[in-house]
């Protein structure tokens, strides 16, 4: 619902912006006056570079800036709801004039905004109403400062002028010649106020104009002149009648504060209990009482966050209401005491405003302090795109015709989504009924695997109080509730008061209960899809926006029903299934692709894309889905419990839309809509692959019709005369019964391999568009030809990383964060191609991106450490930049894990182990001088065993021979080609030496066969097998014990996170030597350091600190980063190696930052005041305070304000270098008391408290003693 919303214009002469302090108060001003647009001057902006003037509440900007000097400055905001579409924009380049036009809802508007110097004015006017006559559409509205009462008499306080008559003759004549109506006196005809007060003149004036041409004046509704408060003008204001709507109620949310404050959560928990105590009575539904425990909570802290912004607001609005009455009275009698009063109370408003923003500042710098340049949102945020704004400003309704006015934007697309969640359906309980047989039909032939009785009996127990606890805890927060405002913390806050009522609402369910239709509203956004036509309501993403409630009981199902999905959908699914990954389909589809070339047969594979796949899914058809895989009927009840009349709003430009029933489609947002939608999705598939008529290449004993990740289907197909149509009327039979449809358009075709010389023009029979080239799926080129896989996929991302690191060559952005950005945004982009894509990479590649990363991190200087040293891990020295040619090397070792996994089926290593004669479990662990005998065609299986050969070597993954040595395939052992004996003798599919082997020798043959005795044949095979093991050389290499990466080949489940696994083992191998910084700092300190001590000093070095910045200075000074006068002098010889503060003794790292005698006062001091906080006192040495390297335990020393000290100290040395003065104390006093202050805000936001007294509690005892003051008066800066 919406209501009329004017038009609110602002302007204010600013006086200078440059202030963060003013800055902030002028944006909180025009949001407290609720301006839709706003016209400054004198913003005193420079052109080449200014601070950023918008918000969240003002997100457009356009700016005219003198070009080298910050004077004059002319700026136009946007409120973030005001659908502005900009069409140009026009400046004068020197800051004084900005005019910009564009769409409001379909009226042109062109705004001018001036600042007019303040003698001959009339020659800057007609200029610039020459320029704007000749630029302007639309309706025209100039305003800003123009330095001159245009009617003295009634414009000023003394009713005269300084400006001469033919300036004031000459304006008035340009204004009349351009129909220019003064928009406060047309509605202020007799009225006298005022704009700025001049102290030199003691006199008012009005200097501060809008102006409208007059055939448009019938809009003008209002125009007032404001209250002079952070700046000398006033500001003035006109409201215009316009086609815009404002919602007619706010959608409320919790504020997040409320949750972080122990009194309101005492309060909540007192509010809580009361209303469960009183209401929870047998004769109301559990749903119910859960349901309205919301509104009275909503309305407990609606009341309190009244009461507390009442309490903010009210210093401020009445000293703004006393200085508007003072003024009124200067005005009218220009009383010089009134001038002081009101010269005062700004004073006093000024000085309330700046603590509110300091107030601001301190919480963003916590908020910095904690999560700057780490990876996370606030660095991904930093590096993202900026997104389009949000408001619509056109769509097109279902007839095609655009429509601008936001009541017909609103319509058109509500009714476009609830068209969409509202498929048509059987009209007659005859029809539905034929439907609901159809469905059950369908099911009955295409549905073939269920749940055992044991486990849907165990998913339909009540839910558990554990269950639900599990699901609050893996649930993040900070996400944006649904309709009822309650975000995921608040049932996490008051879990122990809502959890047992959360718990007999939704089990009450399975008891014939309902959900209120409350719970099951959704907020519907809407985000414009980049690079299409927004004009098209199909072109928006939907983000619905469910109940945190419903959401954690969706989780809990999913929860229950995850570890039943791999078995009851097919392997040709693996969107959504644990165990399963996109690879899995990819490099299926490359070796078929590769096999298909040789096959010599007509073969194709068909990508097709669904058109809103999961928001069509029919009800019906889910539910039959669910039934006919097992599930019991709690099971089912508590799935229909969230698809009865469920329904949404949407949210255009502000303004929620009625809501609308949704009828069809999984529910968008819930965790349990994935795992639904493979579950409906699956009897089609079962469908595809039963179909004798659809074919696919058949390679080994396996034929491969399909690949499906979700909704994003692959068809791999052969005889395509026959298939394809087949396919056709495959998905026909399914659309009907589930409302799937194909979007044809989007679809392809790629041809593998033609026979038929008439295959071509029979493709085009189908509605699909035709490649001979390349396809993508699921974010790759599929290209016909192997060899051209690198040039499709490898070579656009490189260089779209390479542009990616230019672009992100922010100054703000510290080291860490650079190296946090690699680790955030490019690793998982390569990942994901090495995984996807197994093939070989050329040298060049890792190369280019190596400077590519070398030139990032290092913003373009030249590097101070090793790259070998920074991807080392931080346990080791470096800085755990990904070495991305070890992340390639781990792709393709995880493929030779994969192998070894025989419980777990993959149908890429099907088709892989059909192209082969020897098990892929066997293949790595033969004999290298086999490898050609094995007649390896796949170039993915090349590729991963010649990374193996040369990465098992290099990194000490494995020997020759090993322990994992075949006993079968193996051509050196004649016996062993003939498999079934010794597999059967093993009770394994490929038996190996470790299985003949228990504490280095061999197992006797009578334990390894039951029956006795032994057959005459099976003694002397064994002996023959001993025969030939015992003849390989180095003997010791098959008894040894297996290294970490062969023990997981031996396991029999999949390694969790096997990237990261083989990865670390990479690591550990390459560094197998101690960093070079280590014996350097060992040799400076004349004292050797053992492997423990390095590991304390590293930990505490990468987490002395919660912040990033702190670890990294503390990380430069242990590698020695920083550049000493001896270092420069090796390298520029002219430069001497001679201290710059002492200037006597050689400049080294530890005279430089320890002993040089004009520095050593300062860290006297700092160690007689860590003496205060720390008893017996830390050795007074370099390695205590420079490097951590004390006797104090880690977690002891990280939880003192000991190494805060430490680390504020060496944040001060660096301030003063190349200077010949000793570090201020008084810069590290004022250091440590920012860092109490942020620390106090973090902890408390963060209920750590108890770690905050501990860390904090002697600091403000201690700085307050004599003994303290005593310390700090010995250093004088």
Not at 112 to 121: D, G, S, T, V
Not at 593 to 600: Q, Y
Not at 1141 to 1155: A, D
Request: glycine share 4%; hydrophobic share 40%.
């Amino acid at each position: 619902m919406s209501l009329p919303h004017d038009l609110s214009i602002m302007s204010i002469n600013a006086r200078g912006l440059n202030l963060p302090e003013k800055r902030s108060q002028a944006l909180r001003d025009f949001r407290n006056c609720k301006a839709s647009v706003v016209f400054i001057q004198e913003t005193h902006l420079r052109g080449d570079t200014h601070p950023k003037l918008t918000d969240a509440h003002y997100p457009t900007g356009f700016y005219s800036n003198h070009p080298t000097s910050k004077s004059k400055g002319t700026a136009l905001l946007f409120h973030k709801h005001i659908p502005f579409v900009s069409k140009e924009s026009l400046t004068d380049g020197e800051g004084r004039l900005l005019v910009v036009k564009g769409h409001i809802a379909n009226t042109l508007y062109t705004f001018a905004n001036l600042y007019a110097p303040n003698r001959a004015q009339h020659r800057f006017i007609a200029t610039c109403l020459r320029k704007v006559m000749g630029f302007t559409e639309g309706t025209l509205i100039m305003g800003g400062d123009f330095n001159v009462p245009l009617s003295p008499l009634v414009d000023t306080s003394k009713g005269t002028a300084s400006h001469p008559s033919h300036i004031l003759r000459s304006i008035g004549r340009t204004l009349h010649t351009h129909r220019l109506v003064d928009c406060w006196r047309a509605t202020h005809p007799e009225g006298r106020d005022y704009t700025f007060f001049s102290q030199p003149q003691q006199s008012y004036s009005r200097l501060d104009y809008f102006f409208m041409q007059h055939y448009h004046l019938h809009t003008l509704k209002t125009a007032t002149i404001g209250t002079a408060t952070w700046s000398d003008h006033a500001p003035i204001h006109i409201t215009l009648t316009s086609q815009l709507y404002r919602p007619a109620s706010f959608s409320w949310r919790l504020n997040d504060s409320f949750l972080a404050n122990d009194s309101l959560i005492e309060d909540g928990e007192k509010v809580l209990e009361t209303y469960f105590t009183e209401n929870a009575t047998p004769d109301v539904s559990d749903a119910v009482i859960w349901e309205a425990h919301k509104c009275v909570i909503r309305g407990h802290y609606i009341k309190k966050g009244a009461e507390l912004k009442k309490k903010r607001a009210t210093q401020i609005s009445d000293l703004v209401r006393q200085i508007s009455d003072t003024e009124c009275l200067h005005k009218r009698d220009m009383d010089p005491a009134h001038l002081a009063t009101l010269m005062t109370m700004r004073r006093s408003l000024s000085d309330l405003m700046n603590t509110l923003h300091h107030r601001t500042c301190l919480q963003t710098k916590a908020f910095f302090h904690t999560h700057g340049d780490k990876s996370g949102r606030l660095l991904a945020r930093m590096i993202a795109k900026k997104r389009a704004a949000t408001y619509i400003a056109c769509v097109r309704d279902r007839k095609g015709r655009p429509q601008y006015m936001p009541p017909q934007i609103m319509t058109a697309l509500r009714d476009y989504y609830k068209q969409l969640y509202s498929l048509p359906g059987p009209q007659t309980d005859k029809t539905r009924q034929t439907l609901l047989d159809q469905i059950q039909t369908y099911h009955s032939k295409h549905t073939t695997r269920k749940l055992s009785e044991i486990d849907a009996a165990l998913l339909e127990d009540p839910i558990t109080e554990g269950e639900l606890s599990i699901a609050l805890k893996s649930s993040q927060t900070g996400k944006s509730p649904g309709p009822d405002g309650l975000p995921l913390r608040y049932y996490k806050t008051f879990r122990t008061v809502l959890i047992p009522h959360f718990l007999k609402a939704f089990n009450a369910l399975t008891r014939g209960e309902t959900l209120p239709p409350q719970a099951l509203m959704a907020n519907i956004t809407l985000l414009p899809k980049e690079g299409k036509d927004l004009t098209n309501c199909a072109n928006y993403r939907p983000i619905s926006l469910l109940n945190a409630d419903v959401k954690l009981f969706a989780k809990v199902l999913a929860t229950r029903l995850q570890p039943h999905i791999p078995n009851l959908i097919h392997c040709d699914q693996v969107g959504f299934v644990p165990g399963r990954e996109a690879k899995d389909n990819t490099i299926r589809a490359l070796q078929l692709i590769h096999e298909g070339r040789l096959s010599g047969r007509d073969f194709l594979l068909l990508s097709t894309d669904s058109e809103k796949a999961f928001d069509r899914v029919n009800w019906d058809f889910l539910f039959a889905s669910l039934a006919h895989i097992g599930l019991g009927p709690q099971m089912q009840s508590w799935v229909k419990a969230l698809y009865t009349e469920p329904s949404a709003r949407i949210c255009v430009n502000g303004v929620y839309s009625e809501s609308f029933p949704i009828q069809n489609g999984t529910r968008q947002g819930c965790p349990l809509s994935p795992l639904l939608f493979v579950l409906s999705l699956e009897p089609f598939l079962s469908a595809v692959r039963q179909h004798s008529d659809i074919t696919g290449p058949v390679i080994g004993t396996t034929q491969h019709k399909i690949a499906a990740y979700a909704d994003d289907l692959l068809f791999f197909v052969t005889n395509p005369r026959v298939s394809l149509p087949c396919i056709l009327s495959t998905f026909k039979d399914y659309g009907v019964l589930s409302n799937l449809k194909i979007n044809f358009g989007k679809s392809n075709i790629l041809s593998i391999q033609t026979t038929d010389a008439q295959y071509p023009s029979h493709l085009q029979q189908f509605p699909f568009p035709i490649s001979h080239t390349k396809l993508k799926y699921l974010g790759i080129w599929l290209n016909v030809n192997p060899a051209e896989n690198y040039r499709d996929n490898f070579a656009p991302l490189l260089i779209t990383l390479q542009k990616d690191l230019a672009t992100w060559n922010y100054t703000h952005i510290s080291w860490l964060g650079r190296v946090a950005i690699i680790k955030m945004n490019l690793l998982p982009r390569l990942l994901y191609l090495f995984q996807t894509i197994p093939i070989s990479l050329p040298k060049q590649f890792f190369s280019t991106l190596k400077s590519a990363l070398i030139k990032y991190i290092w913003r373009g200087g030249t590097p101070r450490l090793r790259f070998d040293m920074l991807t080392r891990r931080k346990s080791q020295g470096g800085l755990a930049v990904p070495d991305f040619r070890r992340y390639h090397i781990a792709s393709h070792l995880l493929r030779i894990l994969d192998w070894s996994k025989s419980g777990v089926r993959k149908k890429w290593k099907d088709a892989e182990q059909a192209a082969l004669k020897v098990p892929l479990a066997a293949l790595p662990w033969l004999p290298p001088a086999q490898d050609k005998h094995h007649d390896i065609t796949s170039p993915y299986t090349l590729a991963t065993m010649a990374i193996w050969r040369l990465a098992s070597k290099t990194f000490s993954l494995s020997t020759f021979p090993s322990p994992l040595l075949p006993i079968v395939h193996n051509r050196d052992f004649a016996l062993g080609l003939q498999a079934g004996t010794f597999c059967t003798l093993f009770s394994t599919e490929t038996p190996r030496v470790l299985h003949m082997l228990r504490n280095n020798s061999y197992i006797p043959l009578s334990e390894l066969y039951n029956t006795r005795p032994p057959p005459f044949l099976l003694s002397f095979k064994y002996g023959q097998l001993r025969h030939f093991l015992r003849a390989i050389p180095q003997q010791h290499k098959l008894v040894r014990q297996l290294t970490g990466f062969e023990q997981q080949c031996m396991m029999p489940n999949p390694v969790a996170h096997g990237i990261s696994y083989i990865y670390s083992l990479l690591q550990t191998a390459a560094a197998d030597t101690p960093a070079p910084f280590m014996g350097r700092w060992e040799m400076m300190l004349g004292m050797p350091l053992t492997e423990p001590q390095w590991d304390k000093i590293l930990d505490l070095t990468h987490h002395c600190s919660i912040a990033s910045k702190v670890q990294e200075a503390a990380y430069k000074v242990l590698t020695l980063w920083y550049r000493v006068p001896t270092q420069i002098n090796q390298m520029f010889p002219d430069i001497p190696p001679i201290c710059w503060r002492c200037n006597e003794e050689e400049g080294t790292m530890l005279h430089i930052w320890w002993s040089c005698p004009i520095l050593e006062p300062f860290w006297r001091t700092i160690h007689a005041v860590t003496s205060e906080f720390v008893d017996p006192p830390i050795p007074f040495c370099p390695a205590s305070m420079l490097l951590h390297h004390t006797s104090i335990s880690t977690r002891t020393y990280k939880r003192s304000v000991l190494v805060r000290i430490l680390n504020v100290a060496k944040s001060v040395v660096p301030l003063y270098w190349k200077q010949i003065v000793c570090p201020s104390l008084k810069v590290w006093r004022s250091r440590m008391e920012d860092l109490h202050a942020l620390e106090q805000l973090i902890f408390h936001a963060t209920d750590q408290t108890e770690l905050y007294t501990t860390i904090w509690s002697r600091w403000t005892l201690v700085t307050s003693t004599t003994s303290f003051k005593t310390i700090m008066s010995t250093h004088r800066d």
